[in-house]
């Protein structure tokens, strides 16, 4: 019996979406961003049905408004956004918690099952400028890993969400190496991860491998393209992520690598029901360049069985 490609065979156990960030939205306001009402329109008309909800304060924070909002354009809340930067220990718990609690409180409400978080950066992604090292301590190692766990457990108790870790470019959970080390260092009952395939590549890591090693750890996907040529000279240049992402680092699909098809094969042979949210860093983007790149990715992503 042949197996079957991606183009003919349906990735069932996979539920597409896109985000704000597609949209090239960053902050939760911001003159160079779209407008939310316009971002909701364009989502839906590309034929997306699951949102993620961006940076806190860019759509609706009162749950009600932002259900009439989604609900009439036929879309569904995937997970929040938190940024958070645990492996400066207890210190920074109550102040982080704020954070997570405002964003979980909304994520719950609007029907979502994860939270996605997102280390803190060891340099500033606009300015460049270095903030600490970019490797971390035993020390701050085991407070990342405790507090991500303590973060998981009381996410999962207080609201009911599965918080799902992001590793991302000039971040301390990047690499292979680290991810790795992230994931052994963690309860796979509190801790899983939201694998980032543009992420992961920008940072020289292999999803399918991932996915194929750690299967029972990833809970949430982001699916993502980088520009082989323009991360050669991001690399080279050690080009800040922002500046990395003004200059077209993360392309739309298939342009880029890791080719989709294979991960989102990968992804389906875990045989459990995974998010893949779009995701296509562009800030800063005119405004009339999101749209017709969401509707051909949606197009391209349903060319592989998704």
């Not at 939201?194 to 090693?213: N, P, W």
């Not at 980088?226 to 690399?235: N, S």
């Not at 800040?240 to 098809?261: D, S, T």
Request: with cysteine.
């Amino acid at each position: 019996m042949t197996s079957l490609s991606p183009s003919s065979s349906s990735l069932s156990r996979i539920r597409i979406g896109s985000a704000p960030d597609s949209w090239g939205v960053w902050f939760p306001d911001n003159p160079q961003q779209v407008p939310w009402q316009r971002f909701l329109d364009e989502v839906a008309q590309s034929g997306y049905e699951w949102i993620e909800l961006g940076p806190y304060g860019y759509l609706p924070t009162d749950p009600a408004v932002l259900t009439e909002e989604t609900s009439r354009r036929g879309l569904k809340v995937s997970a929040g956004t938190v940024f958070t930067g645990l492996h400066h220990g207890e210190a920074v718990w109550e102040k982080t918690w704020a954070h997570v609690a405002d964003n979980a409180v909304l994520a719950q409400a609007m029907g979502a099952s994860h939270l996605v978080v997102i280390p803190s950066f060891w340099r500033d992604d606009k300015t460049g400028e270095v903030l600490e090292p970019d490797t971390l301590t035993t020390e701050q190692w085991r407070n990342l890993t405790s507090l991500t766990e303590r973060l998981g457990r009381e996410v999962r108790e207080r609201y009911g969400l599965q918080i799902v870790v992001h590793p991302h470019a000039d971040t301390h959970v990047d690499s292979e190496e680290n991810v790795v080390r992230f994931l052994d260092g963690t309860d796979s009952d509190l801790v899983s991860l939201c694998l980032d395939t543009g992420h992961y590549a920008y940072c020289g890591g292999d999803s399918v491998k991932l996915i194929e090693t750690y299967g029972e750890r990833i809970g949430y996907l982001h699916l993502k393209q980088v520009d082989p040529e323009i991360l050669a000279d991001v690399r080279a240049n050690q080009v800040p992520f922002g500046p990395a992402v003004a200059r077209g680092v993360m392309c739309e699909p298939p342009a880029g690598v890791p080719a989709l098809g294979p991960v989102l094969e990968a992804a389906q042979k875990l045989d459990v029901d995974l998010f893949a949210i779009v995701e296509q860093d562009m800030y800063p983007c005119e405004p009339d360049k999101p749209l017709p790149i969401a509707q051909r990715t949606r197009a391209f992503l349903r060319s592989c069985g998704a």
